[in-house]
Structure formats: structure tokens, C-alpha cells
């Protein structure tokens, strides 16, 4: 059986969630409400503080719905009691970004400024012209707009100039050497 889908969720103390038909499960707590469709194959019962999901049968597409079905739910959890972000780190001499109201704005070594718009429910915050930190309650959303941010300028493998993100290793290269 599956030991991620296996695992009991538990449901903190300001988080309420709704189970609807066809599984559509709504997730409020002190952050926000997240809405999400889950595939109504899986078993999701409501135990007050915990919530428990479990499979109709072994089969392998239902084996790896079942740990994911448990995943997304306790990621929607975790995001409305305590949120997600993501740090980026610009390197690169002239390359940094500043905030204008609910844009960010990228100088990246182009003959002109990079704007972003900050998407609905996601906030990019800039604590100093290299560091950026992309906040917000929906992880997926919040990985998906800290990967637009950086494949803007993505760090090249020679000087590791472009945008990172904060626990990124660039693999370096040697670069040629001249001749004798």
C-alpha cells in the first residue's frame, strides 16, 4: 500500500474543510480558502481532526493517485495556516529587481526593463535588489510564478550569472584557456 497515502492528515485547530460531491474539497483556514478537484476515484472520509483517503482497488493507476490525492490535500492545508515561498537570488553585475506597486521589475542585462505582474494571490517581494521572495498560499502556484521569475534570466554555467533560486547549486564549467 501506498506509505505517503497511507497517512493520516491532521487537520490544525482554525482549518475547516468541505467535501463535496465528485470530490471537490474546499480548505479554509486563517490565510485564505483553496478550492481543488481531486479524482473522484479516491475515498476521502472527514474525521473531524483528521482526514484519511484511501483506494477502491490496487491498480497502478490507482496507486499513484492515491499518495498524490493525499499530498495536494495536506499541501492545501499547510498552505492556509502557514503559507509557501520561494527565495530567488539574482547574481550579475547591473541585474536586480525592484517592486512597483503589484510589479516587479527586472533589470537582467536586456536593452530594456523586465515587468512582471503579480499573479492574483501571489506577492513577490524584493528584500534587497538580488533577493526576491515569492509568497503565497497555493504551492503550485507559487512554484509556477518563481519559475517564470527565473527563466527570464536563468544562471549560465560559466560565471553563474542570472536568477537562482536561493538553495540552487550551479554545476560550473572551466572556461577555454588561451593558446600557448
Do not use: F
Not at 493520516?8 to 480548505?27: C, F, L, R
Not at 498524490?68 to 547574481?91: D, P, W
Not at 536586480?96 to 515587468?115: C, D, F, M, T
Amino acid at each position: 500500500m501506498s506509505r505517503i497515502g497511507r497517512m493520516p492528515i491532521a487537520v490544525p485547530a482554525g482549518v475547516t474543510v468541505d467535501i463535496a460531491e465528485n470530490n471537490k474539497i474546499t480548505v479554509k483556514g486563517p490565510k485564505g480558502t483553496l478550492e481543488r478537484v481531486l479524482p473522484s476515484e479516491m475515498e476521502i472520509k472527514n474525521d473531524g481532526a483528521v482526514i484519511t483517503v484511501s483506494r477502491p482497488n490496487d491498480l497502478k493507476r490507482m496507486k499513484s493517485l492515491h499518495g498524490l490525492t493525499r499530498t495536494l490535500i495536506a499541501n492545501m492545508i499547510t498552505g492556509v495556516t502557514s503559507g509557501y515561498e520561494k527565495v530567488l537570488e539574482i547574481n550579475g553585475v547591473g541585474y536586480r529587481a525592484q517592486k512597483q506597486g503589484n510589479k516587479l521589475i527586472l533589470s537582467l542585462g536586456y536593452s530594456h526593463p523586465v515587468e512582471m505582474i503579480d499573479p492574483e494571490g501571489i506577492e513577490a517581494v524584493c528584500e534587497t535588489q538580488t533577493k526576491i521572495i515569492v509568497k503565497g498560499i497555493d504551492k503550485e502556484r507559487v512554484g509556477q510564478y518563481a519559475a517564470e521569475i527565473r527563466d527570464k534570466r536563468r544562471p549560465e554555467p560559466y560565471k553563474g550569472k542570472g536568477i537562482k533560486y536561493a538553495d540552487e547549486t550551479i554545476r560550473r564549467k572551466v572556461g577555454k584557456t588561451g593558446k600557448k
